[in-house]
């Protein structure tokens, strides 16, 4: 009876032990996902930072990009096409069609610094102020206009109208 009980209380040390091992294992899978791979979509541009020599290097490639967290920083941006536009009480008074241009990475992360595009929201900010500025972002080497769509374009004229009524 003693050398049974023995026996099974050798197998839960076991399971024990094992189970402790899986457990360690995919909390470290986990941690290493989340602080050494950066996934890159196929329409974002992805870009590493050098924290020690301060470079900045294109990632060719879409996927996972795996860096060291300690050393490297991997940005990426947003390169669809969204409709910006200027609206005041709930009418939109000009809109363009705009995206960001890979050739001016260089100058957007000198302008605006290495993570100014890694939110969406805040990237369509900073195109909407170029696209809209005096020289409708024709200075701005990170900009491309692909549509401007003008005040009037689409608006009602008398004639339709009627037609409509």
Wanted: proline share 3%.
């Amino acid at each position: 009876m003693i050398g049974r009980l023995w026996r099974w209380s050798r197998l839960g040390t076991i399971g024990i032990v094992i189970g402790t091992l899986l457990l360690c294992t995919l909390f470290s899978l986990l941690v290493w996902r989340a602080l050494w791979v950066t996934s890159v979509d196929n329409h974002e541009l992805g870009f590493v930072f050098d924290r020690y020599t301060g470079k900045i290097e294109k990632v060719e490639k879409f996927g996972w990009v795996v860096r060291t967290p300690f050393r490297y920083s991997v940005h990426t941006l947003d390169l669809r096409p969204y409709q910006i536009t200027i609206s005041a009480n709930e009418r939109v008074l000009n809109a363009k069609l705009v995206r960001f241009d890979p050739k001016g990475l260089a100058t957007f992360i000198e302008w605006h610094g290495r993570d100014a595009g890694d939110d969406v929201d805040n990237l369509k900010e900073i195109l909407r102020c170029y696209a809209f500025d005096m020289a409708d972002g024709k200075d701005c080497p990170f900009l491309k206009v692909i549509q401007e769509i003008a005040p009037n374009q689409g608006a009602l004229t008398t004639a339709s109208r009627l037609e409509v009524e």
